[in-house]
């Protein structure tokens, strides 16, 4: 009898360690869909926002990452790949038609987007103060800014008789963008040039036809597919000698001559931090959308040096950054 009690209470000893551990929650899951390919360096300031707030991809959270490297049909499967997965929230870049795909998706599983289109006219939410559905995030109206950068680029170059803007034709703000350069450059009296890209093997074409129009500068507009191709065209720019301006300081950093737009890297900060007030238990219908305030202009002064430019004080004084 004494034997049977003994049994008894140690089935009990080691079943329980056992129940505590299958009563555990299980790790959140982030599902992260990119429109086009990850960026090691946004990435690193959307992990860092989810560290200061706690979460440690592999320790209590996990990220599951999907990417249609700029085939737009492939969002549509791939957002459903995360879905099925049950994630618990997740976290759109690359573009605005990853976040539709997502949303398109899903009504119930919590999205975070980093979008350049606007959120209320897309249907992704009701209004920015209050977006009311499952959706929310960080809106990057950078289509507005094309206009102002052509104007720096027309200060950096000397007497440009002709300046090259190049613009992808897929883009949901295209038509937007176009009549921002164009009502600046009648404003400039300045002559431009519309070359489109959509696909890698366009931008080599486009150069080529830069330089084949005389043009003496380059405006590269804001485009997710662009930021994703960075290093092809700062590298083509360099080669061509081209002075090229840009929509963010990573293009600067990388070698381009200057850039102006709100910070890329903030953007997919803040989308980590909404994630984690997600994950806390915050609803994404009560967290307002997120809008750039800041607006940064980068002069990269050794490119300026290669092409022979010299950075009138004026416009150095007005950089919020110089890159020597």
């Given at each position: 009898?004494?034997?049977?009690?003994?049994?008894?209470?140690?089935?009990?000893?080691?079943?329980?360690?056992?129940?505590?551990?299958?009563?555990?929650?299980?790790?959140?899951?982030?599902?992260?869909?990119?429109?086009?390919?990850?960026?090691?360096?946004?990435?690193?300031?959307?992990?860092?926002?989810?560290?200061?707030?706690?979460?440690?991809?592999?320790?209590?959270?996990?990220?599951?990452?999907?990417?249609?490297?700029?085939?737009?049909?492939?969002?549509?499967?791939?957002?459903?790949?995360?879905?099925?997965?049950?994630?618990?929230?997740?976290?759109?870049?690359?573009?605005?038609?990853?976040?539709?795909?997502?949303?398109?998706?899903?009504?119930?599983?919590?999205?975070?987007?980093?979008?350049?289109?606007?959120?209320?006219?897309?249907?992704?939410?009701?209004?920015?103060?209050?977006?009311?559905?499952?959706?929310?995030?960080?809106?990057?109206?950078?289509?507005?800014?094309?206009?102002?950068?052509?104007?720096?680029?027309?200060?950096?170059?000397?007497?440009?008789?002709?300046?090259?803007?190049?613009?992808?034709?897929?883009?949901?703000?295209?038509?937007?963008?176009?009549?921002?350069?164009?009502?600046?450059?009648?404003?400039?009296?300045?002559?431009?040039?519309?070359?489109?890209?959509?696909?890698?093997?366009?931008?080599?074409?486009?150069?080529?036809?830069?330089?084949?129009?005389?043009?003496?500068?380059?405006?590269?507009?804001?485009?997710?597919?662009?930021?994703?191709?960075?290093?092809?065209?700062?590298?083509?720019?360099?080669?061509?000698?081209?002075?090229?301006?840009f929509e963010g300081r990573e293009f600067a950093t990388a070698g381009g001559l200057a850039s102006y737009g709100p910070s890329l890297a903030d953007a997919y900060r803040q989308a980590g931090?909404?994630?984690?007030?997600?994950?806390?238990?915050?609803?994404?219908?009560?967290?307002?959308?997120?809008?750039?305030?800041?607006?940064?202009?980068?002069?990269?002064?050794?490119?300026?040096?290669?092409?022979?430019?010299?950075?009138?004080?004026?416009?150095?004084?007005?950089?919020?950054?110089?890159?020597?």
């Amino acid at each position: 009898m004494r034997r049977r009690k003994f049994i008894t209470l140690l089935g009990g000893v080691i079943a329980w360690p056992i129940a505590t551990r299958a009563q555990q929650p299980a790790m959140p899951v982030i599902g992260f869909l990119d429109g086009q390919s990850f960026d090691l360096h946004l990435m690193t300031a959307f992990r860092q926002a989810l560290k200061d707030a706690g979460y440690i991809e592999g320790r209590n959270v996990a990220i599951y990452f999907r990417s249609a490297n700029g085939q737009t049909d492939r969002l549509v499967t791939l957002a459903g790949d995360i879905v099925g997965r049950r994630v618990t929230v997740i976290v759109t870049a690359g573009g605005g038609a990853a976040a539709l795909a997502a949303y398109a998706a899903t009504t119930t599983i919590p999205i975070v987007f980093v979008s350049g289109v606007d959120p209320v006219t897309s249907g992704l939410v009701l209004s920015l103060n209050r977006p009311g559905s499952n959706a929310t995030g960080v809106y990057i109206f950078q289509q507005v800014l094309e206009g102002k950068r052509l104007a720096l680029l027309h200060g950096l170059v000397p007497t440009p008789t002709l300046i090259a803007v190049l613009l992808n034709p897929t883009n949901a703000n295209f038509q937007s963008q176009l009549r921002g350069v164009q009502d600046s450059a009648r404003a400039l009296g300045q002559q431009v040039n519309i070359l489109s890209a959509s696909a890698a093997r366009d931008i080599d074409t486009a150069f080529a036809t830069v330089r084949a129009s005389g043009a003496r500068a380059l405006l590269v507009g804001s485009d997710p597919f662009f930021n994703s191709e960075r290093e092809q065209v700062v590298a083509l720019a360099a080669r061509h000698a081209i002075p090229a301006i840009f929509e963010g300081r990573e293009f600067a950093t990388a070698g381009g001559l200057a850039s102006y737009g709100p910070s890329l890297a903030d953007a997919y900060r803040q989308a980590g931090i909404y994630a984690s007030r997600i994950l806390k238990g915050e609803k994404p219908a009560d967290l307002p959308i997120v809008q750039p305030t800041k607006f940064d202009f980068v002069i990269n002064l050794k490119t300026a040096k290669a092409l022979g430019l010299d950075v009138l004080p004026g416009l150095s004084s007005s950089a919020d950054e110089i890159i020597e």
